[in-house]
DNA sequence: TTTCAATTGTACATTATTTAACAAAAATAA
DNA sequence: TTATTTTTGTTAAATAATGTACAATTGAAA
């Protein structure tokens, strides 16, 4: 009953801004760290072709990819390094400011707290919420972790944005609840259970075990 | 240049074993969850609406995802719980017994030692790693964290299947190599930054700033 | 200036994935 | 027993994603 990635758009009075597939919106990210990479090399263009040896995407995928947003292309020099790295980051969000605050600080909900790349894509943390009396007031990256019942206050107050679920999977639904009643915009869901959210909340699943999954299955089918 | 999922199949004797798809194999984890979730109820059976009003897939995805592995369903039932489940299990790779170690002991890492889903998946933790002297000694779930200089010997020595990486993204190629030499089949791989493997290696890409780019950029399409 | 080479952006073709539709099977009700 | 209902497994249709091919454009070389 989850609500797919559909918006019509037929309702909404704006005349283009289409719908970003998500295949595409998987791979922006990918072309925006190799660009970055790229920043501090003495070169100025790339073209499709060297983007695609280096990424293993085929070329003309990233052509099209890229001209979904635009002509930013420089026929027979390929495209400026400087330019597409930064639409990248604009088309990204990245220089719309965010504010975040991490809900659970366990070992996992510490280590999102030491990420580095956050102010790089426009996240600002604010905030660590946990339930153990044992943990609340410990620091990490200069946060002191706050009592998880001042959240829904704190989050609203404050229009937090963004909170990364980082809580056991049983008070994940619960937890969500809170969130989405606080008023928060999207939840980055670590946790290891199904979690239900209203269709307009943005919701990122994280799940790692889905991974865990991942490499078991293919392990058997390479030893069949 | 990264191999893509193909595997011709072509120069491969074995008659059927046709490789399951990828986007099927992602949603098999999610049907496994589901349906353990189910095994404490008290009903037998589930039909594939059932599950689709639950989960958000269409019920013809899941008849057709299902039947990719033979015919588990009965007419005018649905689908026994156990016997979905345990064929899940199977399918899966579950059933085998898989080795693990994590290297880099930070929150991340630790975090990943503290995961309670390894048993059920058939996987057995067997050991960490880390450089840092400061850390080197110290204990989680029952493991004592070793000197990453060992992480060869001991990889190749107890036939290791999988290894989670959880270093800084610096040392992401550097330990990867370690990793492919000393004999590893499986990365799953939590650095930040793309890592290169020979295309026989299992790579799962556990990135997590492309979950924040991917919220990132959402929030501003709602915002257009 | 003209030709040649490089490389984009896009139309068309192909492949992959999902949905829709339904015949066949099995249970239940009449 | 026969009709009705349920629900699978599968075929065909629709949709989505990717790859191929190339005209158009631009820069550099002749």
Not at 97 to 123: D, P, Q, T
Request: hydrophobic fraction near 40%.
């Amino acid at each position: 009953m989850t609500a797919k990635n559909e918006s019509k758009n037929s309702d909404n009075a704006k005349p283009t801004v289409k719908e970003i597939p998500d295949k595409i919106v998987r791979r922006l990210p990918h072309y925006y760290v190799q660009l970055k990479n790229m920043l501090n090399k003495d070169v100025e263009y790339v073209s499709s072709e060297q983007l695609a040896s280096i990424m293993g995407y085929s070329s003309s995928l990233i052509r099209r990819d890229l001209s979904h947003f635009g002509q930013f292309g420089k026929k027979s020099y390929g495209y400026d390094i400087h330019c597409l790295y930064s639409n990248l980051h604009r088309i990204l969000g990245f220089n719309h400011e965010k504010s975040m605050v991490i809900i659970g600080a366990g070992f996992l909900g510490r280590a999102l707290a030491n990420n580095k790349s956050y102010e790089e894509r426009g996240y600002l943390l604010r905030g660590i919420f946990d339930k153990d009396p044992a943990i609340i007031g410990l620091e990490f990256n200069n946060l002191r972790v706050m009592d998880v019942e001042r959240a829904p206050e704190f989050i609203a107050e404050n229009n937090i944005d963004v909170a990364a679920l980082a809580v056991p999977a049983l008070e994940a639904q619960k937890t969500a609840d809170m969130l989405v009643k606080a008023g928060i915009k999207g939840i980055w869901d670590f946790t290891e259970t199904p979690v239900e959210v209203p269709e307009d909340i943005i919701l990122i699943e994280q799940n790692m075990n889905d991974g865990l999954c991942k490499i078991s299955c293919k392990l058997v089918q390479k030893s069949k």
